[in-house]
């Protein structure tokens, strides 16, 4: 069995030492070398992410993207009207249950996502690690996000 990680409580722990920073700032430099990708084609770092999302699921409802995403419905409906307005989805109340909004990509949309596709392999390239290393930090990432939004 993995041993425990303990943190010593009596001192506080210095900027550097916190991991909740070092995600924090990773985040941030991600967003930042995907910037000249996305506002080239007129996307912010949260349409970029919708994009992907709608372009592996198909059609989700707006309830089901926000999960998917992790954000709460007063962030993502903005997001999505904006979207909406500049083509590149289509929102849609459900015929059966109108409080349900479905959401899918226009020919516009999918042509936007493809048109940064290149994103990922820019970031993978960037970061140095071996396919093992890669592969490592994906499983631990989600791993640390499952356990702690349980």
């Not at 506002?39 to 992410?49: A, D, E």
């Not at 999918?110 to 930090?137: M, Q, T, Y």
Request: aromatic letters at 6%.
């Amino acid at each position: 069995m993995a041993e425990k990680v303990e943190i010593d409580m009596t001192k506080p722990i210095p900027l550097n030492d916190h991991l909740c920073f070092s995600l924090y700032a990773t985040s941030r430099a991600i967003q930042k070398l995907y910037h000249d990708g996305l506002s080239k084609n007129h996307l912010t770092y949260p349409q970029y992410l919708v994009l992907v999302s709608l372009y592996e699921n198909k059609e989700v409802t707006v309830k089901r993207l926000g999960e998917l995403l992790s954000l709460d419905s007063g962030t993502l409906t903005p997001l999505l009207k904006r979207m909406e307005n500049e083509g590149l989805v289509v929102r849609q109340r459900s015929k059966s249950d109108e409080r349900v909004v479905n959401i899918h990509l226009t020919e516009i949309g999918e042509n936007k996502r493809k048109d940064v596709n290149e994103l990922p392999e820019i970031l993978v390239a960037k970061s140095g690690f071996n396919k093992e290393e890669w592969d490592s930090l994906e499983n631990l990432s989600k791993k640390l996000f499952q356990n702690i939004t349980k």
